[in-house]
């Protein structure tokens, strides 16, 4: 009953002095806020580019000329770009060669494209790629409807393509793609195909709105100097680390690699482009959150101010409750719970829009929205936390005032 009496006390002193109220308040949401805003928006990005890095199927790695998902200056580019390039003939060399790898998929591809249906044409930011069959199954494409690229395709060179569901959408809106014509570069292909939608990095790109056509195809119409990627899947999530290791060792044979020198070469997998973003992430979360948890010190120090003004204009108050019977703990416990109260509806407030403009911002780099549990719980927490470590000096000081003396305060 006691602590009751004290919480009913504690929220009708909060609830008399509302300006003070509400400006004590404001400085602990806007700590909450900064956080929880941004690791809304942080989460719903990190989440975003897993799923759009993870465009390779289950336990597979990739081999290409330059490396993936870093920036590189121009120094470094002219290094890159210098390597020889990947050829097809060195993809079937580790085709054959291979033990533990379980299938081995060649790709390449040239964005910027634009790609015209008998009615519809799209901008010029349009990817179309070179695949073999197997490269359909270690990039985990799943036709939809119709088929995918056949061995068969791939011995005519068959001007045939499989759209990305978007882009099918795009140029056919109103009509089955299957069997119509699209045009991409002067060169006419029959659509055989369409994918499942897959989703990409930002919700947009990628082979959702992409093409595919046979490699060999795409190597006539577009040169055969392209460098390829090539797609490994290994026979289970076990061997994963060791198939890399024998490609590695297969591909310094094949381009002569001397003993000693770096590859000329980059091989990555879904989770060494997560963890590298991650990698890069950490630190912005880390500065975030050092800068928020000044914020939260400098609203924590502000409520102490209140509360210790709050103690000194009820101080007549506490010497009648005393007179009364209340007994120190009665005292301390109303003035911490008042303290504890204004920080929990400054938290809850700053939640809330925090989590309405983190995923205001994931909208508008049209991403899905998140809400990020663990982070409004941290939240949550903390400003319990710092309710009770700001307001503890001023009610202990409540609780220690003399009742007669204090009945003297005027």
Not at 336 to 344: D, G, P, R, T, W
Request: glycine share 10%; with cysteine; aromatic share 8%.
């Amino acid at each position: 009953m006691g602590v009751k009496e004290s919480f009913l006390m504690a929220v009708s002193a909060v609830r008399s002095n509302k300006l003070r109220s509400v400006l004590t308040l404001f400085g602990i949401a806007v700590g909450v806020f900064s956080v929880i805003a941004v690791m809304t928006a942080m989460n719903a990005l990190q989440f975003s580019i897993e799923n759009g890095l993870s465009q390779l199927g289950a336990n597979t790695f990739q081999v290409q000329k330059y490396p993936a998902g870093i920036q590189i200056g121009p120094r470094d580019w002219r290094k890159y770009r210098n390597r020889k390039d990947i050829t097809v003939e060195e993809g079937e060399i580790l085709r054959s060669r291979s033990t533990l790898a379980l299938h081995v998929g060649m790709e390449v591809s040239r964005g910027g494209r634009i790609i015209r249906s008998n009615k519809y044409k799209t901008n010029p930011n349009v990817d179309v790629f070179g695949s073999d069959p197997i490269a359909l199954i270690t990039n985990d494409y799943i036709v939809e409807f119709g088929r995918g690229i056949t061995e068969s395709d791939m011995q005519r060179s068959a001007r045939v393509a499989v759209l990305g569901k978007k882009l099918a959408g795009k140029l056919f809106p109103f009509s089955d793609p299957i069997d119509q014509q699209v045009v991409v570069d002067e060169a006419v292909f029959t659509v055989v195909g369409v994918f499942e939608e897959k989703g990409n990095l930002f919700g947009s790109g990628g082979i959702d709105e992409g093409m595919v056509i046979p490699l060999s195809a795409f190597l006539e119409k577009f040169g055969k100097l392209r460098s390829i990627r090539i797609m490994i899947q290994a026979k289970s999530r076990e061997l994963l680390d060791e198939c890399i290791e024998e490609v590695t060792s297969i591909l310094r044979a094949v381009r002569k690699v001397k003993p000693g020198s770096e590859n000329d070469f980059e091989i990555f997998s879904n989770d060494s482009l997560i963890r590298q973003f991650n990698d890069l992430t950490r630190y912005i979360k880390l500065g975030v959150t050092g800068i928020s948890f000044i914020a939260l010190i400098a609203a924590g120090i502000g409520i102490m101010n209140i509360m210790l003004i709050s103690v000194t204009e009820r101080t007549r108050e506490i010497g009648i409750r005393k007179s009364l019977g209340a007994r120190k703990n009665n005292i301390l416990s109303q003035f911490l719970l008042e303290a504890v109260i204004l920080c929990e509806f400054g938290g809850v407030a700053g939640i809330l829009f925090g989590v309405i403009v983190g995923n205001i911002l994931a909208a508008i780099m049209k991403i899905q929205g998140i809400i990020p549990i663990d982070w409004i719980i941290i939240g949550i927490l903390v400003c319990s936390f710092v309710g009770i470590g700001f307001g503890v000096y001023p009610a202990w000081k409540a609780a220690n005032l003399d009742p007669i003396e204090s009945l003297r305060f005027e």
